[in-house]
C-alpha cells in the first residue's frame, strides 16, 4: 500500500510541473501585452508600463520567472490582484467555503437519489421504473445547467414562491464567519432561523450543480449493480435461500459501490466546471463567480492564481481519490 | 440470421452492405436511439434549410413588438409563434437560424478535436517509449483542469468569439480521444494481422493509418457522438457567459445571456433556446447510447 501512494505521490511532480507551466504560460504567451493583461489594464502610459514590467520581474529571462512563480506558489504565494490589491490566496480562501458547501450538497443530493434509483432500476431491469428513471437520467445528463437553474427559478422561486433567488442566506442574519459553512456558522451561533435561511438558499443550487453527477450515478450505479447480479456468488446467495433484500443489500451492492465511489471521486473536476456556471446563475459568493468577475474585470492576475489554485485543489483531491480506492480496491495496488 | 449465414462467399460490396445491416440490425433494437437519429437528423433538416423555414431573419428588429408573448398566450400574436425578445426579434426565427450554429459548433470541434486527439493518441500507442509518455502527460494536464474553466480563461485571452470559442473546447476535448486511439492501437498493435503486414513490408505510417486504425473505429465513433453533444453544450455555456459567440449572432446560448433580467417578465425568452439545447443534445446523446451497445462486441447480445 506504502508503494503504491509513494508510486502515486511520483506521478504528482510531473502534472505539477505541467500545470504551473500552463497557468504562468497563458498569460505569457497566448495575451498580446503580458503586462496589460497582469495588471488588467488596457491603456497605460509608457512609464508605467516600464515600471510595472519591472515590477512584475519582465525584465529577468524567462526561466527565471518560471522558476520564481513555481517557488512562490509552493510557499503559498500566488500572486496580488492589482485591481483589488489583496492576495490571491486569500480571496480564494475566503470564497472556497461556499463552493465547498453547495458541492457537499449536490453531491448529497445526487448520491441520495442517484443510488437508490439505480439499484431498483437495475433490480426491476426492464419494467417501466427502470425505463423512466434512465429516460429521467439521460435527460439530466444532457442538461445545459445554466438554463435549467433558470428555469427553476421561474418555477420555484418565481411562480412558486419557495426558495429565495439567491445569495447564500437572508440579508438579516449576520455573523461572524467561523468556518465559512452557513450552514454550521449558524448552528454555532445557535441560530435556528439563519439555519434555515440557510438550507433554503443551499435548494436549488444544489439541485442545479447536482443534476449531472445524478444522471452519472444513477447511470453508474445501474450497470455496476446488473453486472455484479450476474455473477456466481449473488447466484450461490440466492440459492442459499437468503432474502432478496439481503442478497441486494450485502452481497451485491458492496461490490456494485466500488466503481460507482471511483465516478463519484471523478465528479471533482466536474463539479468546479459547474460551480462557475451555478454560482453566476445564483449569485452564489464562490469560487466560480470569482473566477468570472476576474475574467470579466480583465485581472488576470487573480485569473492566473486562481486556475492554478483550483487545478492544484483538483489534483489534490484525485490523489486522494485513488488512494481511497486502492485501499478499498486491493486488485488496483498490485497493478 | 438466416440471410447472413449464406454459403457463398459474398463480394466486398455486398460483405460491406451486410455489415452496415448488421450494425443497423443491433442500432435498431435501441428504440431511443432511433427516436434520437430522427429527431437530430430533423435538426440537420432545420439547419440547412434555415432561410426557407425561418418566418423571419435572425435579426430583423420588430421596433413595435418588444416581448411579445407566444401565440397561444394572451397578447400572442401569429406573426411570432413563440414571441419575441427584448428588442422586438422573433424567437423562432432566431432558433431556426441557431441550429445552423449549434451544428457547425458540434462539426467544427469534434472534426478538430478527433484529427489531433486521434493523430497524438496513435503516434503514442504505435511507438510507445518517451514519445508516449511525453504525448500522455500533456494530455494528463489538460485534464487536470475543469474543463469549462480552462475553455474560459483561453477564451478569455484570445479574445471573446465564436472561433476561440471553438478551439478552445476542441483543445479540453482532444484527451479524450488521444486516450482511447492510444489504448486501442496498443491492443491491436500486437494482433498477427498486423504483424502480417509489417513482414509484407509496411511502413509506419500505413501500418498505423492503413492497417491498425480501421479496427479501433467503434470506440472513436462513439467518443466523437459524445463530444458532439458536449461540444454544444460547453459553447452555450461559454455563449452564456458572455464570452462564446457575440450578440446579436443567435447562437442558443448566446440568446440566454441576457434573459436572466427577464426570469419574471417573460418566461419564453428564457424557455425556448435552452429547450432546443437540451433537445439537441438528448437526440445526440441517445444516438450515441445506441452506437456503444452497437459497436461494443462485448455488449452485444447481453
Redesign the interface.
Known sequence: MLRYILHRLALIV??FI??T??AFG??RL??SDPVA?LAGERVMSPERHALLSEQFGFNRPIWEQYLDFVLSALQGDFGISIRTKTAVLDQFLTLFPATVELALFAMLFAILIGIPAGIFAAVKRGSWFDQVTM?AA??G????I???G??L??VVS?MLGWTPVSGRIGLQFFFRPITGFMTIDSLIHGNWPAFVSALRHLILPSIVLGTIPLAIIARQTRSAMLEVLGEDYVRTARSKGLSPRRVIGIHAFRNALIPVITTIGLQV??L???A??TE??FSWPGIGKW??EA??R?D?AT?QGG?LI??LV??VVNLFVDVLYALVNPRIRVQ | MTEIASPVPPKTGNLRWAALREFWRYFSVNKGAVIGLWVFVVTVLIAIFAPVLAPHSAEQVFSKSILVPPVWQQGGSSMFILGTDAVGRDILSRLIHGARFSLAIGLVVVTIAMISGVTLGVIAGYFRGWVDAAIMRVMDIILAFPSLLLALVLVSILGKGLFNAMLAIALVLQPHFARLARAAVMSEKTREYVTSAKVAGAGHIRLMLVTILPNCLGPLIVQATLSFSNAILEAAALGFLGLGAQPPTPEWGTMLSGARDLITRAWWVVTMPGLAILVTVLAINLVGDGLRDALDPKLKRS
Open positions: 510531473p502534472t505541467g500545470i507551466l500552463v497563458l498569460v497566448l495575451g493583461l429516460g439521460l435527460v445528463y444532457s442538461m445545459p445554466f438554463w435549467w433558470l428555469l427559478i421561474i418565481g473536476g466536474m468546479m466546471a459547474g462557475i456556471l453566476t446563475i473566477m468570472i475574467i470579466g480583465r488576470y485569473v486556475l483550483v487545478a483538483v489534483m
